[in-house]
């Protein structure tokens, strides 16, 4: 009888551990829809959860840049992202760039790519969302996806969105979070923010990186300061790059810089003085070795996936037609990109990754500000606004 019940639970066992072995078997189909910490958007390629799901093809997918076309910056990224689609599902895929920065460039721009035949119409920014306001019920048959904005008049009192157009908001707050919470865990403790202006999207960088600052400074036991200033311009000039160098000269470590221009001026004065420098919007470590990181959006992930949708249901679908869309963690579609190979020392790419599922999974919080007149409480870090 003993040797009877010792075998009988010897195969309960054997049973229990197959089941263990056949849930783990499963567990990579699984994580095929679980989100990892992204460290590359340029070498993004949308793999869909039902690969039996493919677009049909032969439609063409028309990019709206700015004056500087798909050379840099968020255009660039979305021509990365517009062919990458394009060329994996049989679609043709051109770019139209405004002759400049207004409303009125990004406007003739937008109606020529509406009457190439194009059935979907990529833009970014300011100009394009004020553009669109006028013209997107001109075209019944061509819809749109703006990235960065909403269609809005020109002194941004009217708001309005049509069926045929979806809005992508990126969550800045988000990739500012990863940023401050790297640096101080790196030990950076004198720290500054430069943006162009003091715009909501900028402003969420800022605060965003303010409380991943604080969460850091917490856990390390440390005391930190920010300084603050936003430059009213898009340009760098040598007055913005002198600033930055008088910063790193009087004692502060790193300097994050957010819009425009600015980024070479940030290259220059890290090279000057020997700071240490974090960009945003997209990858800038090529500037300078410098550069620890870049707290990105997605865009190469973001417009693959909103291609994939479009395509898939052949329209936008009833959650998209004429709403915003705001993207981040939950996606994918921010992240901080720290060079190859990874830059950071104390912060590793494991510490990386728990951090953001630890954001992913909303262990952590991080809340969006649209000013500086409100702040979350930071009893760790002390923040300076310089005029």
Same mark, same amino acid.
């Given at each position: 009888?003993?040797?009877?019940?010792?075998?009988?639970? =010897?195969?309960?066992?054997?049973?229990?551990?197959?089941?263990?072995?056949?849930?783990?078997?499963?567990?990579?189909?699984?994580?095929?829809?679980?989100?990892?910490?992204? =460290?590359?958007?340029?070498?993004?390629?949308?793999?869909?959860?039902?690969?039996?799901?493919?677009?049909?093809?032969?439609?063409?997918?028309?990019?709206?840049?700015?004056?500087?076309?798909?050379?840099?910056?968020?255009?660039?990224?979305?021509?990365?992202?517009?062919?990458?689609?394009?060329?994996?599902?049989?679609?043709?895929?051109?770019?139209?760039?405004?002759?400049?920065?207004?409303?009125?460039?990004?406007?003739?721009?937008?109606?020529a790519a509406a009457e190439s035949g194009a059935r979907l119409v990529v833009c970014q920014g300011e100009a394009a969302g004020e553009a669109l306001y006028r013209i997107q019920d001109n075209y019944p048959d061509v819809h749109y996806l703006l990235f960065d904005d909403e269609p809005h008049n020109a002194d941004y009192?009217?708001?309005?969105?049509?069926?045929?157009?979806?809005?992508?908001?990126?969550?800045?707050?988000?990739?500012?979070?990863?940023?401050?919470?790297?640096?101080? =865990?790196?030990?950076?403790?004198?720290?500054?923010?430069?943006?162009?202006?003091?715009?909501?999207?900028?402003?969420?960088?800022?605060?965003?990186?303010?409380?991943?600052?604080?969460?850091?400074?917490?856990?390390?036991?440390?005391?930190?300061?920010?300084?603050?200033?936003?430059?009213?311009?898009?340009?760098?000039?040598?007055?913005? =790059?002198?600033?930055?160098?008088?910063?790193?000269?009087?004692?502060?470590?790193?300097?994050?810089?957010?819009?425009?221009?600015?980024?070479?001026?940030?290259?220059?004065?890290?090279?000057?003085?020997g700071g240490k420098a974090v960009t945003t919007d997209v990858d800038n470590t090529a500037l300078s070795g410098r550069v620890l990181a870049s707290a990105v959006k997605c865009y190469n992930a973001?417009?693959?996936?909103?291609?994939?949708?479009?395509?898939?249901?052949?329209?936008?679908?009833?959650?998209?037609?004429?709403?915003?869309?705001?993207?981040?963690?939950?996606?994918?579609?921010?992240?901080?990109?720290?060079?190859?190979?990874?830059?950071?020392?104390?912060?590793?790419?494991?510490?990386?990754?728990?951090?953001?599922?630890?954001?992913?999974?909303?262990?952590?919080?991080?809340?969006?500000?649209?000013?500086?007149?409100?702040?979350?409480?930071?009893?760790?870090?002390?923040?300076?606004?310089?005029?």
């Amino acid at each position: 009888m003993k040797k009877f019940l010792a075998l009988f639970l =010897t195969l309960v066992l054997l049973a229990g551990l197959t089941a263990c072995k056949a849930a783990d078997a499963a567990d990579p189909a699984q994580e095929q829809n679980t989100v990892t910490a992204p =460290t590359n958007d340029a070498t993004f390629v949308y793999q869909p959860d039902d690969p039996t799901l493919i677009p049909a093809g032969g439609q063409t997918i028309a990019l709206v840049t700015g004056p500087s076309g798909t050379e840099n910056g968020a255009d660039s990224m979305l021509w990365q992202g517009v062919q990458t689609f394009a060329n994996t599902y049989g679609y043709t895929a051109d770019t139209y760039a405004a002759a400049g920065n207004t409303a009125d460039d990004a406007e003739t721009a937008l109606r020529a790519a509406a009457e190439s035949g194009a059935r979907l119409v990529v833009c970014q920014g300011e100009a394009a969302g004020e553009a669109l306001y006028r013209i997107q019920d001109n075209y019944p048959d061509v819809h749109y996806l703006l990235f960065d904005d909403e269609p809005h008049n020109a002194d941004y009192s009217a708001y309005k969105t049509a069926e045929l157009v979806h809005c992508v908001l990126f969550q800045e707050e988000q990739a500012g979070y990863l940023a401050g919470y790297a640096v101080v =865990t790196e030990g950076y403790t004198a720290l500054g923010f430069i943006g162009t202006r003091e715009v909501p999207g900028i402003v969420r960088y800022a605060t965003g990186f303010l409380q991943g600052a604080e969460a850091a400074a917490e856990l390390q036991g440390e005391d930190v300061t920010l300084q603050t200033w936003f430059t009213d311009t898009d340009e760098n000039s040598d007055a913005i =790059t002198q600033r930055m160098v008088d910063w790193y000269n009087n004692g502060t470590a790193l300097i994050v810089v957010s819009g425009g221009n600015l980024y070479e001026g940030a290259a220059s004065a890290v090279n000057q003085t020997g700071g240490k420098a974090v960009t945003t919007d997209v990858d800038n470590t090529a500037l300078s070795g410098r550069v620890l990181a870049s707290a990105v959006k997605c865009y190469n992930a973001a417009v693959q996936r909103e291609l994939y949708s479009f395509f898939t249901n052949g329209s936008w679908d009833t959650q998209s037609a004429g709403q915003t869309e705001k993207v981040g963690y939950t996606t994918g579609a921010v992240a901080l990109e720290a060079g190859a190979p990874w830059r950071f020392d104390t912060f590793t790419q494991d510490d990386y990754r728990k951090l953001y599922e630890d954001l992913r999974t909303s262990v952590r919080k991080v809340d969006a500000y649209a000013d500086l007149d409100t702040l979350p409480d930071t009893p760790n870090v002390t923040v300076n606004r310089t005029m």
